[in-house]
């Protein structure tokens, strides 16, 4: 069973900056394609972007599109989300969870093994 663990969230002025990593142990991770999630005080969570396994395709929310980015280290074992242009809306608890499947190249994916999530604060 794959444990995550997510961290580099805090506090940001909108317009900053922020990189999120999510280290990943006790399984195969470089065989499954990684996400990222997002929940507002409130809401529901919500899909943010995606990598498959090998760090060669990606997928993104429109919401964040042409802002984040999401990448992996599989020697590292980690899972990255580059977040630029941040607006007060971003503000969340971040989480990231791996495919349920091995080895699938393209989106859509299937997510579990989630992490105890990391609060990202965007200040207007």
């Known amino acids: 069973q794959v444990q995550l663990v997510e961290f580099g969230g805090g506090l940001v002025q909108a317009g900053g900056s922020l990189r999120l990593s999510c280290a990943a142990s006790?399984?195969?991770?470089?065989?499954?394609?990684m996400g990222w999630f997002r929940q507002a005080p409130g809401k529901e969570r919500e899909f943010v972007a995606a990598?498959?396994?090998?760090?060669?395709?990606?997928h993104y929310a429109n919401s964040v599109k042409d802002r984040f980015t999401i990448t992996r280290d599989n020697a590292k074992n980690t899972v990255y989300l580059q977040m630029n242009s941040l607006k007060p809306e971003d503000t969340a608890v971040y989480y990231c969870?791996?495919?349920?499947?091995?080895?699938?190249?393209?989106?859509?994916?299937?997510?579990?093994?989630w992490g105890q999530g990391t609060q990202v604060t965007v200040s207007s």
């Open positions: 990598i498959n396994y090998s760090g060669g395709n990606t």
């Open positions: 969870a791996t495919d349920l499947v091995e080895f699938r190249s393209t989106w859509p994916f299937d997510f579990g093994s």
């Open positions: 006790g399984g195969t991770f470089s065989r499954y394609a």
